[in-house]
């Protein structure tokens, strides 16, 4: 069942994606202990596949991309998702 998508979500969903070029710059760096701790508790390795939901242009991506990790990410918006393959064109075990 398909559930209408109100035009304020719609346009915001479409505002966030029209900031795809400076959202890379404006987002501050996530601490890389968090992904320390996260590989800790999610017992992941070298290889660990890894489904990352709403990956906005790849901003947590690339230190998981950098861990070894094979990472399959969805994004919605059209200049987000080309941002994080940009971002992220070094790693080809990220899609």
């Known amino acids: 069942m398909m559930v209408p998508v109100s035009s304020d979500r ?3 969903r479409a505002t966030f994606d029209s900031a795809a070029a ?12 968090l ?5 800790r508790l999610a ?8 489904l990352e939901v709403g990956s906005a242009s790849g901003k947590a991506t ?5 861990h070894g990790y094979r990472i399959t990410c969805l994004e919605i ?8 393959r940009a971002a992220l064109a070094a790693f080809p075990a990220v899609d």
């Open 35 to 39: 992904f320390t701790d996260l590989a």
């Open 77 to 84: 918006g059209a200049a987000l998702a080309a941002a994080a």
């Open 10 to 12: 719609e346009q915001l």
């Open 43 to 50: 017992h992941l390795g070298p290889g660990s596949r890894l």
């Open 62 to 66: 690339l230190p998981l991309a950098r």
């Open 22 to 33: 400076i959202y890379q710059q404006a987002r501050p760096e996530y601490p890389a202990a």
